[in-house]
């Protein structure tokens, strides 16, 4: 069974759309500890988040799935795959920021042993939050990726991307040439939901962003 053709989200000459979807929750992200590359699994809420979102995205056809090879993301791409019967691509350059020292750290943590450096994260300044990747450099890795499997697409196809906040954060971004210092006007997103860009005559444009929240609020590394 193959979920391209005949999707009900399909809509001719419509020009080719990326969605951005968010693993589920883990338990990380309940006690507010910073994952990073971490491989956390989920929560049976998660699971149960990422079924519920699976069934809305499978309705929009779906022509290829990508997904972060961390747990989280990998088992959020594949209650996907199931409803559409794609195979999922996974790709350790959609993890997420690697944190360094951050990493296994509460929110209030951080801020109480590195306040300075998340201030200035904050601010948009270019930080190595805990000594790790710059968002630029996420980025650099991530988006050439997506970019990647949208080439594969036909002209009107669809690629549902499974990552994590952050990263998918930077990936919009750079897709829509924004200057790395205003990414972070750019929310968050909820756990399991999803950002749309589509293919326009000069560029990517937002087209959704945090669909699919209930609401629900952003719990995570990029909040």
Known sequence: MSGAGGGSGRTPDRGRRIILWRHGQ?????????????????????????????RLLASLGPDAIVSSDLKRAARTAAELAVLTGLEVARDEAL?????????????????????????AWKRGEPVRRGGGELETEVADRAAPVVLRHVEKLPEDGTLV???HGGTIRTTIGRLLG????HWESLGGLSNCCW?????????????????GTLPEPV???DD
């Not at 910073?34 to 809420?45: A, I, M, N, P």
């Not at 990493?103 to 042993?113: A, F, N, S, Y």
């Not at 924004?178 to 210092?181: F, Q």
């Open 26 to 54: 883990t338990s990380w992200n309940v006690e507010r500890r910073f994952q990073g590359s971490t491989d956390v699994e989920l929560t049976e809420t998660g699971a149960g988040q990422a079924r519920r979102a699976a």
């Open 178 to 181: 924004l200057e790395p210092r």
């Open 95 to 119: 993890r997420e920021t690697y944190a360094g020292v951050w990493q296994g750290l509460t929110h209030e943590e951080i801020i109480d042993r590195h306040g300075e450096e998340y201030a």
């Open 195 to 211: 950002s749309v860009l589509g293919e326009g005559a000069r560029g990517w444009r937002l087209l959704e962003h945090n669909a």
């Open 161 to 163: 991307v499974v990552s």
């Open 219 to 221: 719990l995570g590394d």
